[in-house]
């Protein structure tokens, strides 16, 4: 017989082992072994309880809470011998705590696996959004340093990616900050929904022992701001629900998103075509037949990724749908995904940030490109309607005017004022000043608008929510 005989912590009523390829089909420790450390967090919370509650005596306790914490240390270290046979990081633990001490046998008093790993993936989460918060920290901090750098250097801004209306390089970048702050707070709500103690729930029905349920909860640090108990209100909902799953993969795909968004605005501005920013040497790569080559495979990568990341989440909502309650074997399933955007935004935000710090704008070309006087066409409309024109009519009339200049080849405010007022009587001699970007930007200081001011209180206002 093969170590496979040893893996029953079920095995009371079974004669036959399982077949290998049971085992091999079955088992979740090659992925979930990283859930160990929460495992042991979670189980030395249970033990605590079951001593308090009078289940374990002292030094059971302390021989328990000695041996979750050497495991704790091996799987640090590495030196933890995982076994496949096993099944799951659960039973790997407790059988490994069970080599270490007796009283590892009363550990699962009041617990299932099923209670069990719902409580090791919230204390994940609440790790996860944390760590994945300062990634997003990190990429707002470069992108507003080059907002800041180049705030006032006026781009084309684009819509069916035809030239528009003028921005600034900070007005465009800080739309991306603030995408990633509504990233940031999305993570900050999964984390609090994350936040509440499954234990005690059980397999499905709780238990019949005398379990004190928020003095575990408090143990592992599920409590509100006043340091009260959060526990889950229904058993059957807590070991099957998966939400927070696909909240966690869904503020993941979004984030993931607004990079791919950013990713390809980069790519763009990087192209001959544009000319606007070239990036680091450090976050591209070269050709192996084109010499001349420098590619932005940095945010080519990321664009990539993101499709990976939403086929986590279409993943997550494929596996659960349909699954009646509580607990079936395909939530097996719903670690793989989590862990893979996990890992995956966390090195996108953390490129983005690299990439992001190196680039440098090119202000001579992103001027060029924004001195399109038909940029300004709509302040010209606007500047008619100051004048007593219906928009509408304005609209049409800076259309003939553009007509009028394209039929004499000529550029729009090179058009004579005869020409001009042939079209519209009421245009008056200073209608060319509209074509000027400073007064275009100056014009638009209100909350949101491109202006100077508007730019440079967004930049202040992040900078103190960054530092703070
Ligand atoms: N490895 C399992 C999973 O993650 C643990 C829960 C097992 N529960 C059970 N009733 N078989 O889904």
Redesign the pocket.
């Known amino acids: 017989m093969t170590d496979k005989s040893k893996q029953a912590t079920w095995g009371g009523r079974f004669q036959d082992s399982p077949d290998d390829l049971m085992l091999a089909f079955g088992e979740?420790v090659s992925f979930?072994q990283r859930l160990a450390p929460y495992d042991l967090q979670g189980s030395l919370g249970h033990a605590s309880m079951l001593l308090a509650v009078g289940i374990i005596e002292q030094e059971e306790f302390v021989e328990i809470e000695r041996g979750l914490k050497e495991l704790a240390e091996e799987v640090k270290s590495g030196t933890f011998q995982w076994k496949t046979e096993l099944?799951?990081v659960?039973m790997n633990l407790e059988q490994a705590l069970r080599a270490k001490t007796a009283a590892a046998d009363k550990l699962h008093t009041g617990r299932s696996?099923?209670d069990q790993?719902a409580t090791d993936v919230r204390l994940f989460f609440k790790d996860a959004c944390s760590q994945l918060k300062q990634g997003i920290e990190r990429a707002m901090t470069a992108l507003l340093s080059l907002a800041k750098k180049n705030a006032t250097i006026p781009i084309p801004g684009y819509t069916h990616l035809q030239r528009a209306q003028p921005v600034t390089v900070g007005h465009h970048l800080l739309a991306y900050v603030e995408m990633l702050g509504r990233d940031h707070e999305r993570f900050s709500s999964v984390a609090n929904h994350a936040n509440v103690c499954p234990l005690g729930s059980g397999?499905i029905a709780g238990s019949t022992l005398p379990l004190d349920r928020a003095l575990v909860a408090k143990a592992l640090g599920f409590v509100d701001e006043s340091g009260e108990p959060r526990l889950t209100p229904n058993g059957m909902d807590a070991v099957a629900d998966r939400d927070l799953f696909v909240e966690f993969a869904s503020a993941c795909s979004l984030c993931s998103l607004h990079l791919s968004r950013l990713a390809e605005d980069i790519i763009l501005w990087n192209s001959s075509e544009f000319g606007y920013l070239t990036l680091p040497d450090a976050f591209t790569t070269g050709s192996s037949l084109m010499p001349q080559k420098k590619n932005p495979d940095c945010f080519e990568l990321i664009r990539g990724k993101t499709g990976r990341v939403i086929g986590n989440l279409t993943n997550l909502m494929v596996t659960i749908k349909g699954l009646p309650l509580t607990?079936n074997?395909d939530?097996?399933e719903d670690?793989p995904p989590v862990f893979d955007s996990f890992e995956q935004l966390g090195i996108c935000l953390a490129v983005t940030a690299g990439a992001l710090d190196g680039a440098q704008i090119h202000e001579e070309n992103c001027l060029s490109a924004a001195s399109d006087p038909l940029l300004l066409a709509t302040d010209l409309a606007d500047y008619l309607v100051e004048l007593g024109v219906p928009f509408r009519q304005a609209h049409h009339v800076v259309g003939s005017l553009v007509a009028r200049s394209e039929e004499l080849n000529l550029p729009l405010p090179e058009l004579s004022d005869e020409d001009a007022r042939s079209i519209c009587p009421v245009i008056g001699n200073d209608w060319r000043e509209v074509f000027d970007l400073s007064r275009a930007f100056a014009r638009r200081e209100k909350p949101g608008m491109p202006g100077p001011q508007q730019v440079a209180g967004r930049i202040k206002f992040w900078e103190g929510i960054l530092q703070s």
């Open positions: 979740s979930d099944e799951d659960h696996r099923n790993v397999a607990y074997r939530l097996q670690k």
